[in-house]
């Protein structure tokens, strides 16, 4: 019974495989002389390739992706850069605390070298100093970014910086270099790629060595420029100011040095550094400062009330810029960031009175007090560096408190300003700015 069914399955098989191959085969020899009949005929030629319309609907495809993938990809591109950016304040983080760990103090900000002492209100000396060769010293305005420049493998701009600099001329440059806005000097030309974020364009002249990164002077603007020592040119001497200690309540302060031990509200809650953004020359408010005759003058900015007075300068229309009859705005290397060994406030400082992303203001020239926030080319906010090294993104949106109280001051005919130790008016963001006003931060910044 098996055998028969294997049999017949057999013949079934091999009938169908039969009628298969016949079937193929006339199939084949009916299109061979279908073919050959009409290509002996001319009926029939073989083309290859694409029509014309056929090339125009391929390239409108791609058109459309390309228009459609476009933005995704510069996004990738931003992100990738901004991470990069935060990258380098990380390791600004960890060349503050590595120094900290050499020396048990930060590197002043606004330091160097200069002729005579500093011995208090009755100390003397010289404000000799400058661009020649033959003055021997860097106004006592050298940034904190010259210090740490062994702790970010940059050993060789420091050997070239700490000794005297032969160029072929002489005299050679004097150790620490001459005044850091000396042109002719080329470590403060040269730019390193440590201080440079990626997502900000500016690069070269007019600018010197620029600069993203700076450091944090707290919520206060009195005498920010010169910091605890100011020269008194009509009795030719260096003296100290004790109301410096009252106003300048950031880890850092020019002419002054702090370490971690007096930071009292904490390491985690108190900034050490952030990122600012260079000027492009296109009178961008916070790059291009606006400083004398610009109705906001000495008085007002030692009291600063209201921080925003500069504001009215702005054009209307595009607010991120000053108006064309803004008075004082500063340009080419007088700028942000303009200067890595500049520790004037506009080159290497930012305060934490007004949220990121906010006008430029001083007094009167570059080198004078005022206050100046966080910047980038980041969307929407900035990088900060804390005391205990984390990096943050704080947006341009941050609570700043009270925008029209006055900035901390001693002041014995100020009573309307915060006085020393109080906390700051400028809510969280101020709060951040100051290493030992006791503020408490219970939110999420």
């Keep these: 019974m098996i055998i028969d069914r294997l049999q017949k399955n057999v ?14 085969f006339f199939s084949f020899s009916g299109r061979l002389f279908m073919k050959t009949s009409f290509e002996r005929r001319g009926h029939l030629k073989v083309r290859s ?30 992100a990738a850069r901004r991470m990069s950016c935060g990258n380098n304040v990380k390791q ?10 050499a020396y048990n103090k930060l590197p002043m900000q606004s330091g160097g070298t200069y002729f005579g002492k500093l011995n208090g209100p009755n100390g003397s000396g010289t404000n000799s100093g400058g661009t020649s060769r033959t003055d021997g010293n860097n106004r006592y305005r050298a940034s904190f970014l010259i210090g740490l420049l ?21 005299p050679s ?3 620490m270099g001459p005044a850091p806005w000396t042109t002719a000097y080329t470590p403060w030309m040269t730019e390193l790629k440590s201080f440079r974020c990626p997502s900000d364009p500016g690069f070269g002249a007019p600018a010197m060595g620029r600069t993203n990164y700076a450091v944090c002077i707290g919520d206060g603007t009195h005498r920010v420029d010169t910091g605890y020592a100011n020269f008194d040119g009509g009795n030719n001497r260096w003296y100290s100011q004790g109301s410096v200690a009252m106003a300048n309540r950031g880890m850092f302060a020019n002419r002054g040095q702090f370490g971690f031990r007096d930071v009292l509200d904490g390491l985690s809650n108190t900034m050490m550094g952030g990122e600012i953004t260079t000027d492009l020359g296109d009178r961008d408010a916070r790059t291009a400062p606006m400083g004398s005759g610009g109705g906001y003058g000495w008085a007002t900015i030692h009291n600063a009330s209201p921080v925003h007075g500069c504001d009215e300068h702005l054009n209307p229309d595009r607010p991120q810029f000053w108006g064309d009859t803004a008075p004082g705005v500063m340009s080419g290397n ?7 060994a500049d520790g004037a406030m506009i080159y290497t400082s930012f305060s934490s009175i007004r949220p990121p992303n906010t006008p430029t203001c001083l007094g009167s020239g570059d080198s004078s007090s005022g206050q100046s926030s966080v910047s980038s080319r980041h969307q929407g906010g900035g ?9 943050k993104f704080i947006t341009d949106s941050i609570d700043a408190g009270n925008q029209n109280s006055p900035t901390p001051y001693n002041a014995d005919n100020d009573t309307t300003a915060p006085m020393a130790g109080a906390q700051s008016p400028f809510g969280i963001w101020g709060a951040l700015g100051t290493r030992a006003a006791k503020e408490i931060i219970d939110t999420e910044f």
């Design 334 to 340: 007088q700028t942000r960031g303009a200067r890595w």
């Design 49 to 78: 390739g694409f029509t014309l319309v056929e090339l125009l609907v391929v390239i409108a495809i791609i058109g459309v992706l390309v228009g459609l993938l476009l933005p995704a990809v510069q996004a990738a591109r931003e």
């Design 92 to 101: 600004l983080g960890l060349a503050f605390h590595n120094y900290h760990s």
């Design 150 to 170: 062994p702790f970010i493998e940059q050993q060789a701009m420091w050997e070239q910086i700490s000794n005297p600099l032969a160029d072929g001329a002489t």
């Design 383 to 391: 990088h900060i560096l804390m005391g205990d090294g984390a990096v």
């Design 11 to 24: 013949e079934r098989w091999q009938t169908a495989r039969h009628f298969y191959s016949l079937f193929s």
């Design 173 to 175: 440059w004097p150790a």
